[in-house]
C-alpha cells in the first residue's frame, strides 16, 4: 500500500476513533451514573428499614408480639377448661333426666309428706288393731325414707350444678376478657403495620429502580468494555500505519536521537577540532545529547 493510501486509511481510522471517543465518555458517564443512581436508591431502602426499625421500638412492637402470644396460649389453655366443664355439665344434665325417681320434687314430696301427717294422725286419733298399727308405722316410715333420700339426692345435684356452673362463668368470662385483650393487641398491630406498610411499599418501588438501574449499569458497561477493546484495537491501527509512513512515536524518537547526536558530534568537532565559538544551538545540542 503506498503513503498515500495509508495517509486515506490512517484518517479515515482517526475519524473513528475520535468517534468512538467521543461515545466512549458519554456511556462512561451514563455508566457511572446509573451505578451512583442505584447506589442511593441502596441508601434510601436503608433508611427507610431504619424508619421501620424506629416505628417498631417507638411502639413497643415487640412487647405486643410478646403478650399477643402469652393470650393466645391462655386463650388455649381456657378453651380447653371451658370444653371439660360443658362437657361435665351436660354429662350431669343427662344423668339426672335418666335417673329413676321413686317421687318428684314439687309434687310426690309435698304428697308423701301429707301422707305422712295423715298417717300419725290415725295413729293418734283413731283405735287400730296392732296388726294396723304396725302396717301404718311401716307405711310411715317408708314415706319419711323416700322423703329424705329424694331430698338428699335433688340437694347433692342442686350443689353440683351450681359448682359446675359457677366455674363455667368464671372460665368464661377469663376466656371472653382474654379474646377482647387479644382483639385489641391486633388492633395495635393493624396501626403500627399500616405505617409500616407505606415504607415497605415505597421499598419495593425503590427495589425496582435499583434493579433497573444496575441493569442499565451492566449493560452500558458491556458497551462500554467492547467500545474500549475497540479503541484499543484502533489505536493499534493507527500505530501501525503510522510506522509504516515512518511516523509512529517510537520512530520519531528514533529520528530526534539520530538528529541530536548528529548535532552534538557537530558541536564538538566545532569546539576541539576548528577551534570555533559554540552558538546558543550548538550548546542545547550537548544539553540534549546528555
Given at each position: 500500500?503506498?503513503?498515500?493510501?495509508?495517509?486515506t486509511e490512517l484518517k479515515k481510522v482517526r475519524d473513528e476513533i475520535k468517534a468512538l471517543k467521543e461515545d466512549f465518555s458519554k456511556r462512561k458517564k451514563e455508566k457511572e451514573d446509573h451505578f451512583d443512581k442505584g447506589e442511593s436508591y441502596s441508601t434510601e431502602i436503608n433508611s427507610l428499614y431504619d424508619e421501620i426499625k424506629k416505628i417498631e421500638v417507638e411502639n413497643n412492637l415487640e412487647v405486643i408480639?410478646?403478650?399477643?402470644?402469652?393470650?393466645k396460649a391462655l386463650l388455649v389453655e381456657?378453651?380447653?377448661t371451658l370444653e371439660e366443664l360443658d362437657n361435665k355439665f351436660n354429662e350431669l344434665k343427662k344423668t339426672q333426666k335418666t335417673q329413676e325417681k321413686p317421687v318428684s320434687k314439687k309434687i310426690s314430696v309435698d304428697k308423701a309428706t301429707k301422707e305422712v301427717k295423715a298417717l300419725e294422725l290415725s295413729l293418734q286419733t283413731q283405735v287400730l288393731s296392732l296388726d294396723k298399727e304396725s302396717e301404718v308405722i311401716k307405711k310411715i316410715q317408708e314415706l319419711?325414707?323416700?322423703?329424705?333420700?329424694?331430698?338428699g339426692v335433688?340437694?347433692?345435684?342442686?350443689?353440683?350444678?351450681?359448682?359446675?356452673?359457677?366455674?363455667?362463668?368464671?372460665?368464661?368470662r377469663k376466656f371472653n376478657n382474654t379474646e377482647k385483650k387479644i382483639r385489641s393487641l391486633y388492633k395495635q398491630i393493624r396501626i403500627i403495620s399500616k405505617e409500616k406498610k407505606q415504607r415497605y411499599k415505597r421499598i419495593d418501588e425503590l427495589r425496582d429502580m435499583k434493579k433497573k438501574s444496575f441493569e442499565e449499569f451492566r449493560n452500558i458497561k458491556k458497551f462500554y468494555t467492547e467500545t474500549g477493546k475497540n479503541l484499543k484495537d484502533l489505536f493499534r491501527k493507527e500505530v501501525e500505519m503510522l510506522e509504516e509512513l515512518g511516523e509512529s512515536p517510537k520512530q520519531r524518537?528514533?529520528?530526534?536521537?539520530?538528529?541530536?547526536?548528529?548535532?552534538?558530534?557537530e558541536a564538538e568537532d566545532k569546539l576541539f577540532k576548528k577551534g570555533g565559538v559554540l552558538t546558543t544551538e550548538d550548546l542545547l545540542a550537548f544539553q540534549k545529547g546528555k
Open positions: 500500500m503506498d503513503k498515500g493510501a495509508i495517509q408480639n410478646k403478650d399477643l402470644d402469652e393470650k381456657f378453651k380447653a319419711k325414707n323416700t322423703v329424705d333420700s329424694v331430698m335433688e340437694s347433692e345435684d342442686d350443689d353440683a350444678f351450681k359448682v359446675i356452673k359457677r366455674d363455667l362463668n368464671s372460665v368464661r524518537k528514533k529520528t530526534k536521537d539520530v538528529e541530536i547526536k548528529q548535532l552534538r558530534k
